[in-house]
């Protein structure tokens, strides 16, 4: 059973353009978080989505940041018009659908904008 | 607003020495508490979780107790080892819609 996926590993982009992190929760998970960490920083929830449905998205930014999880393939987090300070790595982690579980985290994406 | 705080600085420890870190939360009420440990540039890998019903629980070395009239957690390596060395993170979770909001992490150096 392989493990959350997440790709690239790593990602550059230029200012301005959009950024797209694919994550690949592991079988039988339908529960999808992303997380955002800077350097020496913690971990910084961004959104928690099930299949088809964004449940919360408190910790997204206002402008520029989106996320999705369809009912087939991969959820992404699409950043457009990247700055600077969108440079970081983010996590993604999915857990099952019932029960008390933990959360099983990817390797992450790491994002330099240029 | 909901807040978690964990020992902002670095602890270092002596290799067989027991580390003991702090997880404070506040406006949580969770059913459950998780510890994970996360290496440089890599992601949180899970170690422990407790219940709310539970006072304490063991893994191997680890150790985890869990106050909830203190809004409390400690996590405890005994024996520490330099392969312990790492950032560990508390995750007070299940208070509502399963979602998972992780504490700063705490640093350990064991040092031989």
């Known amino acids: 059973n392989a493990g959350v996926m997440q790709n690239p590993r790593h990602l550059v982009r230029r200012r301005g353009q959009e950024a797209r992190l694919r994550c690949s929760p592991m079988?039988?998970?339908?529960?999808v978080y992303w997380y955002r960490q800077l350097p020496e920083e913690g971990l910084k929830f961004m959104v928690y989505?099930?299949?088809?449905?964004?449940?919360?998205e408190s910790g997204m930014p206002k402008e520029r940041f989106s996320a999705e999880f369809p009912k087939e393939g991969p959820s992404i987090l699409r950043i457009q018009q990247v700055v600077r300070g969108d440079s970081a790595a983010y996590f993604c982690?999915?857990?099952?659908?019932?029960?008390?579980?933990?959360?099983?985290f990817g390797q992450g994406t790491r994002l330099t904008v240029v | 607003s909901q807040k978690i705080e964990q020992n902002s600085e670095a602890l270092n420890i002596q290799e067989g020495k027991t580390a003991t870190l702090t997880c404070n939360y506040t406006?949580?009420?969770?059913?459950?508490l998780q510890w994970y440990r996360q290496d440089p540039g890599r992601g949180p890998v899970f170690l422990l979780l407790?219940?709310?019903?539970?006072k304490e629980k063991r893994k191997e070395r680890l150790k985890v107790t869990f106050d909830t009239t203190l809004k409390q957690s400690l996590f405890h390596i005994t024996a520490s080892q330099p392969a312990d060395s790492a950032t560990y993170l508390c995750?007070?979770?299940?208070?509502?819609?399963?979602?998972?909001?992780f504490g700063a992490g705490t640093q350990v150096v064991v040092t031989p």
């Open positions: 989505l099930q299949k088809e449905n964004i449940i919360d």
């Open positions: 079988k039988g998970h339908s529960h």
């Open positions: 406006n949580y009420s969770p059913a459950y």
């Open positions: 982690a999915s857990s099952p659908p019932t029960g008390t579980s933990e959360a099983f």
């Open positions: 407790i219940r709310e019903n539970e």
């Open positions: 995750a007070p979770s299940g208070d509502s819609w399963g979602k998972f909001q």
